[in-house]
Nanobody
Framework: QVQLVESGGGLVQAGDSLRLSCAAS????????MGWFRQAPGKERQFVAA???????FYADSVKGRFTISRDNAENTVSLQMSSLKPEDTAVYYC????????????????????WGRGTQVTVSS
């Protein structure tokens, strides 16, 4: 069992930056693909970013160039640095832990992730 706890959400203005963090409970963290997903009201959950055990990163087209995912295996944390935020980035952001050695398609699918945090709200005002 892996427990994930997100932090760092809040209310910001368009163009601002925000950093989300996710703390994982187990040492097997370092071998897992970690992902960030988001869900806006009335919409399906969508992929945002993922990072594999070896540091390979994947991003949704909508956030590429604005968001950066990183991980610290010594601290069992994964972060999402968000810049140039837009109102359409408003959503609940979820951290997720998956398996090892995911290919690109697997890393972007929420069904491939076994463990989820409770989410943190990000609201971007115009």
């Amino acid at each position: 069992q892996v427990q994930l706890v997100e932090s760092g959400g809040g209310l910001v203005q368009a163009g601002d930056s925000l950093r989300l963090s996710c703390a994982a409970s187990r040492q097997t963290f370092s071998s897992r693909t970690m992902g960030w997903f988001r869900q806006a009201p009335g919409k399906e959950r969508q992929f945002v970013a993922a990072i594999r055990w070896n540091g390979d990163r994947f991003y949704a087209d909508s956030v590429k160039g604005r968001f950066t995912i990183s991980r610290d295996n010594a601290e069992n944390t994964v972060s999402l640095q968000m810049s140039s935020l837009k109102p359409e980035d408003t959503a609940v952001y979820y951290c997720a832990a998956g398996g090892t050695r995911y290919n690109t398609a697997q890393a972007m699918q929420d069904s491939q992730y076994n463990y989820w945090g409770r989410g943190t709200q990000v609201t971007v005002s115009s």
